[in-house]
């Protein structure tokens, strides 16, 4: 069954660093997301794309925020200058044909800032 | 502000009970409801509501939605401990593409 890939599993990094975290949304959907999970908290929505541009993004999604879709497999989350705060699983997930509903999660990025 | 509501927030049982989950919602333009299961990392799509009354079933979990009194239920029969999962409910909005979430019920199922 094809499957949301993220890349890497974990990252640690040190507070003030950039740090990008990969996904590989299945292949012949159009709608991609990122939510983060902070230990013992809700899953949180970050932004959605669609057609190389975000479409929808929620109050955490701030200019320390940016998404990009470089080629044609490839989604990217990139976080600028981490706070302690940003320590979070970072899941991605595509759909297939429309804005939210069925969303296909990936296995998450643990993301520890130190 | 959206909000979704799920209890209990953590239930033990033994396998071959019958659990029932709760999830209550308030959004504004209420589009869908959708359970997932969150076994260790990645939440798995169960099923997802968008009229009042129709029970979805999948095996041994069935759920249903009640646009009246804003909420759902997830019904898991003859637990296995294979079902021992965090079960998120999430309402989704016709404005939108982003899903709200509850906090999530934690289901162990015992030997």
């Known amino acids: 069954e094809p499957e949301v890939t993220q890349t890497p599993s974990h990252q640690v990094t040190q507070m003030g660093q950039e740090v990008i975290l990969r996904c590989v949304p299945i292949?012949?959907?159009?709608?991609f997301y990122w939510y983060r999970q902070i230990l013992g908290q809700k899953v949180e929505f970050l932004v959605s794309f669609y057609n190389n541009e975000i479409s929808e993004k929620s109050e955490i999604f701030d200019d320390q925020f940016s998404v990009e879709r470089p080629d044609g497999s490839n989604f990217t989350l990139k976080i600028r200058s981490t706070k302690l705060e940003d320590s979070a699983m970072y899941f991605c997930?595509?759909?297939?044909?429309?804005?939210?509903?069925?969303?296909?999660f990936g296995s998450g990025t643990q993301l520890s800032v130190l | 502000e959206d909000k979704v509501v799920q209890s209990p927030l953590s239930l033990v049982v033994h396998e071959g009970d019958t659990v029932t989950l709760n999830c209550s919602y308030e959004v504004t333009n209420f589009r869908s409801l959708l359970w997932y299961k969150q076994e260790k990392k990645a939440p798995t799509f169960l099923f997802m509501l968008?009229?009042?009354?129709i029970e979805k079933k999948s095996g041994r979990l069935s759920s249903i939605l009640d646009k009246k009194e804003l909420f759902s239920i997830l019904n898991i029969t003859a637990t296995q401990t294979g079902d021992s999962a965090v079960y998120l409910c999430?309402?989704?909005?016709?404005?939108?593409?982003?899903?709200?979430f509850g906090e999530g019920t934690q289901l162990t199922v015992n030997p």
């Open positions: 968008t009229s009042s009354g």
């Open positions: 292949s012949n959907h159009l709608y």
């Open positions: 997930a595509s759909s297939e044909l429309q804005p939210g509903g069925k969303l296909f």
């Open positions: 999430a309402v989704e909005e016709t404005s939108g593409s982003r899903l709200t």
